[in-house]
């Protein structure tokens, strides 16, 4: 089963869910075209290298799934969900710049993430952050994506939130899943009066 993002639940609102994401390292590819085609775009080259397809030579700690070592380079388990956001920082659905990135396992930092082989994989450290968060279903298109963005953007200033930056695109099922079953999110970094009450995280 592959690893979530660890994360915890701050507040339940009606229409989204505010959430504390811990510092976490991102394994991120920045390409160009359209939104729908960004993430196949960038695909390959992340994939490659959890595969393998770097300099790393120690082992990393993981509970599940286990990575493993092979030919002097480490595997490493891929992370839900994949992000997409756009390379100016504009919302994802209106750029033809993307910076696609994989969420690296939590037991990763950026000192033992293994180097890349190839210089068009970045590794970068998310700081903390807190975000107000729309799950939806369905096809991986920008017109679906603009659409909730701007449902959850309209209800996080309804609730007295503020963003502080672009929103992102989150989805965490591989192009097999019917696009029924797929879960997608938006994810809007804000802050706020109020933003740290709440239920107790999960």
């Known amino acids: 089963m592959t690893e979530q993002q660890p994360y915890s639940t701050v507040r ?7 959430r504390h994401y811990p510092e976490h ?8 075209g359209s939104f729908e085609q ?9 994939f490659r290298y959890i595969s393998g397809d770097n300099q790393g030579q120690q082992e990393i700690p993981m509970t599940a799934p286990v ?23 504009a919302a994802p659905d209106t750029a033809d710049a993307h910076v696609v990135a994989f ?10 993430a293994p180097v890349p082989s190839d210089p068009a994989v970045r590794i970068r450290v998310e700081p903390p952050a807190l975000a107000a968060v729309l799950r939806y279903r369905g096809r991986w298109t920008r017109r679906s994506y603009a659409k909730h963005r701007e449902q959850l953007e309209e209800a996080v200033r309804a ?15 591989p192009p ?11 994810v809007l970094p804000v802050s706020g009066p109020g933003a740290g009450a709440g239920p107790a995280p999960r």
């Open 67 to 89: 990575l493993r070592s092979g030919a002097g380079a480490e595997k490493i388990a891929m992370t839900a969900p994949v992000w997409q956001r756009s390379r100016s920082g």
């Open 12 to 18: 339940h609102y009606p229409d989204f869910e505010l």
């Open 38 to 46: 960004a993430g196949n775009a960038a695909f390959n080259a992340l």
């Open 176 to 186: 097999f899943t019917p696009a029924f079953l797929r879960r997608n999110e938006v």
């Open 103 to 112: 969420v690296l396992p939590s037991s990763v930092t950026a000192a033992t």
């Open 25 to 32: 390292v991102l394994a991120e590819v920045e390409v160009g």
């Open 159 to 173: 609730a007295g939130l503020v963003p502080v930056a672009a929103a992102r695109f989150a989805r965490f099922d």
